[in-house]
């Protein structure tokens, strides 16, 4: 069985990762900063020394890698390189800044771009952070840094990833990366993002 390592896990599981990652062949390792959530692993997206060299096969990252300061990406992408397997994988989504700033620039910034489980959501909440969780005291809301598909691209391969596959969807304001560790043949990391990216 493969071992992928969810990364910023908040109280999400397995079956909230991706089509790819939810199921029997894949094991889930949760490590998240805040205990409260119960992960397997208690650590930071910049230090998981908890977790040894090359020992998960991939990653998943959800909206988490915006909520460092932008000199911390390279050094949690270092331990993202340090932990997985040669052949391994990571699939990062985050906030998509050029479709959250279209709304920007056309003067909606509190105005709601979609609603959430956790309620409307505007382009201020995408940009800094949900402004209820950090009212109610969660300051690991807080996003402190952002991309766009050809920056998270080129940051992901200054981070020494071989291969990168990105897509943004506009209408979700999010972007989906899949780095591998080595070289692949292009009709295997398509067939990878297929399995791991959402459909459009």
Excluded at 117 to 125: H, S, V
Excluded at 131 to 138: E, L, S, T, V, Y
Excluded at 140 to 169: D, E, P, S, W
């Amino acid at each position: 069985m493969k071992t992928f390592l969810h990364v910023g896990c908040g109280p999400k599981r397995k079956d909230s990762t991706t089509a790819g990652f939810n199921t029997p062949e894949w094991h889930e390792q949760r490590l998240d900063i805040d205990e409260q959530v119960n992960p397997d692993i208690v650590g930071t997206m910049t230090d998981m020394s908890a977790v040894a060299d090359a020992s998960v096969d991939a990653i998943f990252s959800s909206h988490n890698i915006e909520h460092l300061y932008p000199h911390e990406v390279p050094v949690a992408l270092a331990e993202f390189r340090r932990v997985l397997a040669a052949d391994g994988f990571a699939v990062i989504t985050c906030p998509d800044l050029q479709s959250v700033c279209a709304l920007v620039a056309e003067d909606k910034l509190t105005e709601p771009a979609y609603t959430a489980p956790a309620g409307p959501i505007a382009p201020l909440d995408i940009l800094y952070g949900h402004r209820p969780a950090m009212a109610q005291g969660n300051l690991y809301m807080a996003h402190r840094c952002g991309f766009t598909q050809k920056v998270l691209t080129a940051t992901l391969q200054a981070a020494g990833f071989a291969m990168v596959a990105a897509i943004r969807r506009e209408p979700q304001f999010d972007l989906w990366a899949l780095a591998t560790v080595q070289p692949m043949e292009e009709t295997a990391i398509r067939a990878l993002a297929q399995a791991h990216f959402p459909n459009r």
